[in-house]
């Protein structure tokens, strides 16, 4: 597609469930970003993926989440024994390696943890 | 520690006026500053951006100004419009590292 499609585009789970996290990039974009977006806290980076190297997981706020880029395409965002602050929408960008212009952004994923 | 501030929080400017935006940064490798215009629902969308070997950069009513010896930079928004009323990331990045957002503004423009 012409964008960077995620889904579920909503997501409520209970205290404790897993919850996976699906974003599309745009073809040929082979850096991929996942940002947490929180009420007043501004965009939070989280996980980054460049091309075939070890992925930038410094973001990531506790061994509860991961994610993984398949094919150097599709991306999961996975959230273990999800938490309510973990409620949030979540991010996914993409752009051309190297390039630090033209992040494209999805448009998110509400996750509401209950 | 929040490397890039923003301020204000929120901003309600009357239709036709200036919208001021203003951003400071402490990392002085950070080699290139986008703003980022969030409507509800949406993803962040690029607007405008600027290296820091500029002091100030114009589109249609978008401008950046960028101040390197004080380590700041502001977006002005000219004859702003209802249709202005989003929120506003500025944002900054060194080289490949990710880009790292100030926490946003909320603008209104008002009739």
């Known amino acids: 597609g012409a964008g960077v499609s995620q889904s579920p585009s909503n997501k409520v789970t209970e205290k404790g469930k897993d919850v996976e996290l699906r974003c599309d990039p745009i073809?040929?974009?082979?850096?991929l970003y996942w940002y947490r977006q929180s009420l007043g806290q501004g965009l939070e980076f989280l996980i980054y993926?460049?091309?075939?190297?070890?992925?930038?997981k410094s973001g990531l706020p506790s061994d509860r989440f991961s994610a993984e880029r398949t094919g150097g395409s599709v991306s999961t965002l996975t959230i273990q024994r999800t938490q309510q602050e973990d409620s949030a929408v979540y991010l996914c960008a993409s752009s051309l390696g190297g390039q630090p212009y033209g992040y494209t952004f999805g448009s998110g994923t509400r996750l509401t943890v209950v | 520690q929040q490397q890039v501030k923003q301020s204000p929080q929120s901003l309600i400017v009357q239709k036709g006026g200036i919208s001021i935006i203003n951003c400071a940064y402490e990392n002085t490798a950070f080699d290139y500053f986008p703003w980022y215009q969030q409507f509800p629902g949406k993803g962040p969308a690029l607007l405008i951006a600027?290296?820091?070997?500029?002091s100030e950069k114009k589109e249609g009513r978008f401008t950046i100004s960028f101040n390197k010896s004080a380590k700041q930079f502001s977006l002005h928004i000219m004859d702003s419009q209802p249709g202005d009323s989003a929120t506003y990331f500025c944002a900054a990045i060194s080289g490949n590292t990710p880009l790292v957002f100030g926490k946003g503004t909320r603008l209104s423009v008002i009739a």
């Open positions: 073809s040929g974009h082979t850096a």
């Open positions: 993926f460049q091309g075939n190297s070890a992925p930038d």
């Open positions: 600027i290296r820091p070997d500029v």
